[in-house]
């Protein structure tokens, strides 16, 4: 049963995050090869990155092969919707942005407590698999990736990563534990795209 939610909820951060990278690429006006590449980045980058940290190897696209056909599927139903209408709202990539993040946090951190590392590590797996996607998919598009700004985005991901680890170590029931920390992840992340809230920005204004 646990297992079979937590593959549902893979599937659909991978959906949500393969038509960020659509969007991303369409709006760049890429071909189909330059499409496929940025949904698939964004879909599977950062659990790539995640598995190939802990040694979690074949990472998990290469073992299910499902993985691939959900990106090409999501790739070319949201090419086919966006030739329809033309255009698309401008909150839309960052709304699917903050739905893939909070569920990809979960997942990373999920995996690396089941696969036996300590809290600060699976909140640092989780905050990876959240973000390393979308920052891959803003460098190969020419962009400064949302983690390296001012945006609230690596913080969400870390709060949500580690309220699952405190849920998870004071033993609640991991779906309560992983809707929580979606929540936390989530709502921090669309309340500082609503009320444009941002971090600090440091910056050296001597003169050389």
């Known amino acids: 049963m646990l297992e079979s939610f937590i593959y549902i909820l893979d599937m659909i951060g991978v959906i949500v995050c393969a038509i960020s990278g659509v969007l991303v690429a369409t ?23 995640r598995d ?18 959900v990106i090409l599927a999501s790739a070319a139903i949201s090419v086919y919707w966006l030739h329809r209408i033309h255009r698309f709202p401008a909150y839309l ?18 995996k690396a407590l089941t696969l036996g590392f300590t809290g600060p590590v699976a909140i640092a797996m989780g ?20 983690v390296l700004q001012k945006e609230i985005y ?18 609640f029931g991991p779906i309560f534990a992983m809707t929580i920390a979606m929540l936390g992840t989530l709502s921090l ?20």
């Open 52 to 69: 190939m940290m802990m040694g979690a190897t074949p990472v998990f696209w290469i073992i299910d092969n499902t993985y691939i056909y």
């Open 189 to 208: 992340r669309i309340c500082a795209i609503y009320w444009h809230l941002s971090l600090p920005v440091f910056s050296d204004d001597r003169e050389a």
């Open 27 to 49: 709006r760049l006006r890429m071909d189909p090869f330059g499409i496929a590449v940025l949904a698939g980045v964004t879909g599977i980058g950062g659990g790539t990155l």
């Open 127 to 146: 905050c990876i698999t959240g973000v390393a996607g979308g920052m891959i998919r803003d460098l190969l598009s020419g962009q400064i990736p949302f």
């Open 154 to 171: 690596a913080t969400a991901s870390i709060l949500g990563a580690t309220l699952y680890v405190i849920c998870h170590y004071f033993e």
């Open 93 to 110: 990539l960052p709304l699917l942005d903050a739905f893939g993040l909070a569920i990809f946090t979960i997942i990373g951190a999920q």
